[in-house]
């Protein structure tokens, strides 16, 4: 085989790496998103139970980076506190090893099995769950791909002059070796598709054992620098994380090469060629850990004196997008107004999400973050609806006019949600602390079906929001009655359960109704969304679609 075709086949395995781990991700995320911000969400006791839950998330992922995505937006909601956020990164960290230590073996024995595996599901499945989980196993089975075709373009490189050269202008440069491998993973945005790499080019003998110690360490640089680049413009909860998590792998790295000299005689037990990449990852990451876990508290207050931010009185506080000067343009104004409104409806997603976790065993602190959010919402929608009113007072077309009113009464609505979060289903989880009762089996269930009913009505009143499309809209309102039976069933279940005497239901009557009953006014208002679309249609009536006359519901 010639060099060109070589360099191609290279070439080629490396975008087949990058590609399918990116793919991997993308069916992880689909399919356990929500279960990964569960973890999150609940590793806020101490410092290794957020280790742990990065560790999990990463894993899963398959990408720290992508850890880093959904930590921070945890934080710059308020939900978790910095030290706890560094804390996850650090697991984070630890987690990505996991994914080359598995790749390590060599697994292209079952790569056809998991590519019939991955393909059925994704072409077959009926549950969306299950089809990405079909597109997460078609991504290993091609990262196992990529790491063969990598692994035998490299064999017959290493007597190729050029790249001889070019390591051997890093052999013996373990600084400059960090800087070119931190560069290069940061240009394939993911560490974990370049470690890969350095493994399959070690397996084959390309690369020395303290050459590719050096090119994982900045391996390890590259993925901080790629968590940095992509929350960089983010908030200043944002930035510290990022910012710590890259300042713990650089001073890691240096330390590491700085004591290079007295660590070379435990290399050997590291193991060889591609084993001994994987080993020296997982060694590095697992040494971040034990140094820096203990010291997170400690870095969380450097950064916070750091990266300072003012914080304002919420009365005046100004939302990003409303621009006084756009007000002479109705449609920037708007169009300002619309991404204010987009951003309250996500904080009060995720207020409706963490709403449900108040009733559990560290609901206090659950709830402390819901108000703060709760805060957010009345400050906005206050602010929305002044500009707005502003705006109308200015020459304006009827369309202009009508959708600034749309805006104000989502928002309201929005606000009406937080309220209802805050004032009523906050005091019912801290009532039900205060009695000690808890509720039966099946009555948890019910609530907790009825507002993950809730949180999926949440996300479909955004889509109607931003699309104004009439099928989704529709969608929303059929939901809010299909809502109502399930309603009306788990009352019914309750009442029976009290029938029969079930002595946590008598206990937990007036609560698990209240419950239901909020859960119920909460979609209604988010439902009210796709009024305006649909009356614009004709289609909607008596408040509600008319089921009796599908023919008022063309298409």
Known sequence: MTGQALLISLLGGIALLVWATRLVRTGVERALGERLRSVIAGATRNRVT??????????????????????????????????????????????????????AFDLRPVAPALIVIGVGLFTWAASPFLRNIGRAVIGVALMIVALGMIVG????????????????????????GVIVAALLAWG?????????????????????????????????????????????????????????????RIAGAV??????????????????????????????NLALAAIFLPLTAVAARLLEGWLAEPKPSPGERRLDYLDEDALEQPMVALSGASREVLRTAETVEVMLREAILAFGPDGEERAKGVRTLDDRVDTAQEQIKLYLTRLTRKPMSEEDSRKAFDLILFATNLEHVGDIIDKNLLELAAK????????????????????????????????????????????????????????????????????????????????????????????????????????????????????????????
Not at 88 to 96: K, P, Q, R, Y
């Open 50 to 103: 957020a280790l742990t839950s990065g560790v999990l998330v990463a894993t899963a992922l398959q990408s720290s980076s992508a850890a880093a995505m959904l930590i921070a937006s945890f934080a710059e909601r308020g939900l978790i506190a910095l030290g706890v956020a560094l804390a996850m990164m650090l697991g984070a960290d630890v987690g990505s090893t996991l994914v080359a230590q598995a790749l």
């Open 153 to 176: 373009a490299s064999e017959p490189l290493r007597n190729d002059w050029l790249l001889s050269i070019i390591l051997g202008r890093l052999e013996g440069q373990p600084v400059l």
């Open 188 to 248: 394939l945005h993911s560490s974990v598709a370049f470690v890969l790499l350095v493994m399959a080019l070690a397996s084959g003998g390309t690369v020395s054992p303290p050459l590719a110690l050096a090119l994982v360490l900045g391996a390890n640089i590259g993925s901080g620098l790629i968590a940095f680049g992509m929350n960089v413009g983010g908030g200043v909860a944002t930035r510290r994380i990022v910012t710590g998590n890259l300042l713990f």
């Open 255 to 284: 330390a590491a090469l700085a004591a290079l000299p007295l660590l070379q005689p435990l290399l050997p037990l590291l193991g060889e060629g591609g084993r001994f990449v994987v080993n020296v990852h997982t060694a590095f």
């Open 432 to 555: 039900r602390r205060r009695l000690g009762v808890n509720f039966s089996e099946e009555g948890w269930r019910e609530i907790k079906d009825l507002h993950a009913r809730a949180v999926e009505q949440a996300r479909l009143a955004v889509t109607v929001f931003v699309t104004r499309d009439p099928d989704m809209a529709r969608q929303l309102v059929r939901a809010k009655d299909d809502v109502r039976a399930v309603e009306r069933r788990a009352t019914a279940n309750h009442l029976r359960r009290l029938r029969d005497g079930a002595v946590a239901s008598l206990e937990t009557s007036s609560l698990h109704l209240d419950i239901l009953r909020d859960l119920k006014r909460i979609i209604a208002h988010l439902t009210d969304v796709a009024h305006p679309i649909l009356e614009a249609t004709g289609e909607l009536r008596r408040s509600r679609l008319s089921e009796a006359e599908p023919a008022a519901l063309p298409g």
